[in-house]
């Protein structure tokens, strides 16, 4: 029984270096750009993240202009403020942001099919 014992391994804690990390990664502000599926072939594109001193409405106004879309702003407790337009507007609306200037390439992260 005691040799039994000696080969069990010691508890393992897989993400003991994720956790030790964890602090350095959520440094970096990421700009969520997301699709979600309505009924049929209808979509919203969501955009959150960005920050807080930059006017949402404004932002929002540019981008219903630029790809004849509707849109809002829309206020979630846990996300904060939310832009949400009426289509599939990902790679649009990260050309968009890049061009305008208000996030870097790096910093957009394009979730979706």
Do not use: W
Not at 56 to 82: A, H, M, R, S
């Amino acid at each position: 029984m005691s040799e039994l014992d000696s080969q069990i391994p010691t508890a393992f804690d897989p993400f003991a270096d994720a956790n030790a990390e964890d602090s350095g990664a959520g440094t970096k502000e990421y700009v969520h750009i997301r699709i979600q599926q309505r009924n049929g072939r209808k979509s919203l594109t969501t955009v959150q993240g960005l920050k807080k001193e930059y006017s949402y409405n404004k932002i929002l106004k540019d981008l219903k202009k630029e790809f004849c879309c509707n849109g809002t702003v829309v206020q979630d407790p846990e996300l904060g403020q939310v832009i949400q337009l009426q289509g599939d507007q990902r790679k649009n609306v990260s050309t968009f942001l890049v061009q305008a200037g208000i996030v870097k390439k790096e910093n957009i992260k394009i979730h979706g099919f």
